[in-house]
């Protein structure tokens, strides 16, 4: 789904590194998630946001951090990469609207390698 | 907090016979039961979904079905085809936006 973009869409980086993923929507939902994905362990939420003002910790918040900059965009912090975030990290919108549907459009994903 | 877990993690059919996986959810509040599936190297796209008042739901050769007493759904694909070959996740919601998954199934179709 072109109206979900993630950005980069590979990075490799080592160790202790500060990384940021973002990911931007022209679907003009409000609400945006943070999942891992990593083999057998399905899709993990790492983050959510309801609207701008709302950021919401999900199961495997510990290392990341979020930052909601306007309606259309949701970036993840790594602060300090450790090899074990080794993993396909996707974002994710849904609506809220009058037309509520809890459908979410996840974006292409990005793959992380922490060396 | 809620807890899906998903059966089996890999599944293989022959063209053309039926597939069915299985997913087991914890919080009796639950209400919202979608399922996704995930093409290789592609992004999860949902494909079929369903609420706590409905038991079944189909579409095309996709089907859903809900147990609440049971606290299981599952999924049924009908007249399987390579092009069904994925990862399927079923998912369990509150209904106010945030998915639990499953950990995935794989599906292989082999002609």
């Known amino acids: 789904d072109a109206d979900v973009t993630q950005t980069p869409r590979n990075r490799i980086t080592k160790t202790g590194k500060r990384i940021m993923l973002e990911c931007s929507q022209t679907k003009g939902h409000d609400r945006m998630y943070w999942y891992r994905q990593d083999p057998g362990l399905g899709l993990r939420l790492i983050y959510y946001s309801f609207d701008v003002k709302d950021i919401n910790k999900g199961e495997i918040s510990d290392g990341y951090s979020v930052s909601r900059q306007a309606q259309a965009k949701f970036s993840l912090s790594l602060e300090s990469a450790i090899p074990n975030q080794t993993a396909l990290y996707f974002c994710?919108?849904?609506?809220?609207?009058?037309?509520?549907?809890?459908?979410?459009?996840f974006g292409p994903g990005t793959r992380l390698l922490v060396l | 907090g809620e807890n899906v877990e998903q059966h089996p993690s890999t599944l293989s059919v022959q063209e053309g016979d039926s597939a069915v996986i299985k997913c087991t959810y914890s919080d009796s509040a639950s209400n919202y039961f979608p399922w996704y599936k995930q093409e290789l190297g592609k992004r999860p796209q949902l494909i079929i979904d369903?609420?706590?008042?409905?038991g079944e739901k189909k579409d095309q050769r996709i089907a859903v079905t809900l147990n609440k007493t049971a606290k299981h759904f599952s999924l049924h694909i009908t007249e399987t085809q390579p092009e069904d070959s994925a990862v399927y996740f079923c998912a369990a919601s509150r209904g106010w936006g945030k998915l639990q998954f499953g950990a995935g199934t794989q599906v292989v179709v082999t002609p």
């Open positions: 369903i609420r706590s008042n409905v």
């Open positions: 994710a919108t849904s609506d809220s609207g009058l037309f509520y549907k809890e459908t979410q459009y």
